[in-house]
């Protein structure tokens, strides 16, 4: 959510932070904004739109200088405007400030200035050049305002500074939102995200929790809140899996889909010998909670169903915007088991934080390595699915689902059977994405100008329903419902009338007998019904044909025609589903 990167050094600023912005535009993509200084002194250019639009009509490359600090927003306080898009400046325009994060207070603090310093935007961010103005105007070093600054904003942060008073210099702190530097031939970079470092910047450092640094084209050294210098040890840069492009695809989202049987395969390179102590961890624990938000909560879901049927183990699955209200209840007996993509949601850092405070033992199944929730958490496994860049989850949602098969089964001993079974799927996944691709595409183009879409299934399969309109919601902007299929009769069927298509999940499996008669129902009102199944029943209107399975695997194959169907459904409707409006691909706010 919002990216920030900054570079001094020997090359021209405004290339290397325009290229490293491409990288981070995941996070959020509704304006963007370089400011970089040169012998004219302190020179911003910023819009409103996707990276490549703002470029178009500003011409980054005009930007002149060696130092330069660029944004990519989404927004939280202030309308999507040029005004509010970063940097923001202090009154004299010498001063510029990116920001990911919210600064709490930022109103009180501007109530101090009344008067005294003019604010141009609506945003939080913008307290904080004028509050970095206000020091340097008593005296202060860059550094030292930006360190007296951090004393008197609450919140999360993660903010870069300049001052054409003091060209070559960026300084930056962090507090709950990632940063971190690295130093290479050219300069010093800092960023929100390793993978935006440019090749050559072979040492890395994460910027601490209350954590300020001073950037200069040769050196960054570190001070702690109290303003005393650190000694930090750098360490080479591994590097991050290269993102590939998009292929033959169209869209990130529809290449994802299809690497799934490749990339469950990775999810099973995992040593046999850390889940039998994970599921020893599982079984002993007094009680077992899973966090997580959106689609990982939803394989956290599966994942509750698979430990309760599997190995006979009950857990509760509590989304991590929420978790805080339970806190009470965890303790030094509780394992609390954080699931996510980016491990970097702000909701799911503060679920894990608190559970830590209570003594308990912390697990993360998580995609990006060296991520902060990798940092913060006693044990952590990778589902190895790669970087994910289409904000829509697909292919880190089934790595997910594979995590919690493994995890089961090994609570039972037996791990290599799972790593078997999922292997085997992935076959099987190949298969149904093959064959149903066209025929999805024709229901999507008849179905495009609906408003509403029900998902329903039963038992193990229902995570499967609220996935799929998770989906639908995200990239079509179509209102979809996911919900049990026995629930419909407790209120939604009053929402079924002629024609409104109801997505059944219903594989032949422990669920189907009782899948037909909630199909019924709702066919009685009119409901148009699309089955996802392997085994045919006239009730459909529409059949999509999936792979028969063993029982309990279904959730595998089921999800990869609702994703397809999301998918179908946006390009139909002429939507761009890799950058859904008013989303972002990490979310590190709460
Ligand atoms: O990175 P995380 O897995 O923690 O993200 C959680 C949700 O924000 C995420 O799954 C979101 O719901 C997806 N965009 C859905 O496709």
Known sequence: MCGIIGYTGNEAAAPLVFEALT?????????????????????IKKEVGL??????????????????IGHVRWATHGKVNAVNAHPHVDCKGKIAVVHNG????????????KGKHKFLSETDTEILPHLIEDFMAKGKSLEEAVIETTRLIHGSYAFLAISSDCPEKIVGARKDSPLLVGLGESGSFATSDPGAFPAGTNRQAFVEDGEVFVMTPENICFFNPEGNLLQKEFSVFKG??????KGEYDYFMLKEIAEQPDTLRCSIEQEKNFFTELAMDILRAKQVVITACGTSRYAALVGRYLFSRVAKKFCDVIMSSEFQYFSDSIDAATLVIAVSQSGETADVMEGVKRAKEKGAMTLSIVNRPDSLLTR????VIHINCGPEISVAATKSFTNQLAIFYLLAYSMVNQFDLAVKKINDISHNMSYSMNGTGEYIQQIAEL????????????????????????????????????????ELKHGTLAL?????PV??????????????????????????????????DPIYDHWIKINEVEEIFYPLVTIVPLQQLAYHLARSRGKNPDKPRNLAKSVTVK
């Open 447 to 486: 179905l495009k100008d609906e408003n509403d879409f029900y998902y329903i299934a039963r038992g193990i399969n229902y995570a499967i329903a609220s996935e799929g309109a998770l989906k639908l919601k995200e990239v079509s902007y179509i209102h979809a419902e996911g919900m049990p299929a026995g």
């Open 102 to 113: 919210i600064i709490e207070n930022y109103q009180e603090l501007m109530g101090r200035f």
């Open 240 to 245: 991050v899996p290269a993102s590939a492009g």
């Open 503 to 536: 997505v059944a999940i219903c594989p032949n499996d422990y669920t189907f007998d009782e899948m037909l008669n909630n199909m019924a129902e709702a066919k009685a009102r009119g409901g148009l019904i699309i089955g996802v199944s392997d085994r045919y």
């Open 51 to 68: 990276l490549s639009d703002v470029d178009a009509k500003c011409n980054f490359s005009l930007l002149n200088g060696h130092v330069g």
């Open 23 to 43: 990288k981070l535009e995941y996070r959020g993509y509704d304006s963007a904004g370089i400011a970089c200084i040169s012998e004219k002194g302190l020179e």
């Open 376 to 379: 913060i958490s006693d044990k």
């Open 496 to 500: 079924i009338d002629k024609g409104v």
